[in-house]
């Protein structure tokens, strides 16, 4: 039962990933997530929950979450893949990797001097 759900889930996922790189506008932000027992990780170890979402006025409103083991810059270059649009994030490295991407920062963290590109 899980399998088959996974099968067809990941479909529409997929779909609507597709659907989130062709907007103008992307947030993205992670965070922590302390998984207890998970296969080949030592018990409560960190990972990572990364977000991304289209942008407020969008037309199709998506939010999509992408779990992670790690904080490292891959990890959005392969959600977004070759994106050409604008990317909104705090001040996070990771997210001015992103080549052909526009990267600008958000408002809630422009109090922080290392926020801004």
């Given at each position: 039962?899980?399998?088959?759900s996974?099968k067809?889930?990941?479909?529409?996922?997929?779909?609507?990933?597709?659907?989130?790189?062709?907007?103008?506008?992307i947030?993205?932000?992670?965070?922590?997530?302390?998984?207890?027992?998970?296969?080949?990780?030592?018990?409560a170890?960190t990972?990572?929950m990364?977000?991304y979402?289209?942008?407020?006025?969008?037309?199709?409103?998506?939010v999509l979450?992408d779990?992670?083991p790690?904080?490292?810059?891959?990890?959005?270059?392969?959600?977004?893949g070759h994106?050409?649009?604008?990317v909104?994030?705090?001040g996070?490295?990771?997210w001015?990797?992103?080549?052909?991407a526009?990267?600008i920062?958000c408002?809630?963290h422009?109090r922080?001097?290392?926020s801004?590109p």
């Amino acid at each position: 039962m899980i399998g088959s759900s996974e099968k067809h889930l990941s479909r529409i996922y997929d779909a609507l990933k597709l659907r989130l790189r062709s907007q103008p506008l992307i947030h993205g932000d992670e965070t922590t997530v302390q998984v207890l027992k998970e296969m080949d990780r030592a018990a409560a170890s960190t990972s990572y929950m990364w977000a991304y979402r289209s942008g407020q006025d969008s037309d199709e409103p998506i939010v999509l979450l992408d779990y992670q083991p790690g904080r490292g810059q891959i990890h959005p270059q392969a959600f977004l893949g070759h994106y050409h649009g604008i990317v909104m994030s705090d001040g996070y490295s990771a997210w001015r990797t992103l080549e052909g991407a526009t990267h600008i920062g958000c408002m809630a963290h422009s109090r922080r001097a290392s926020s801004m590109p």
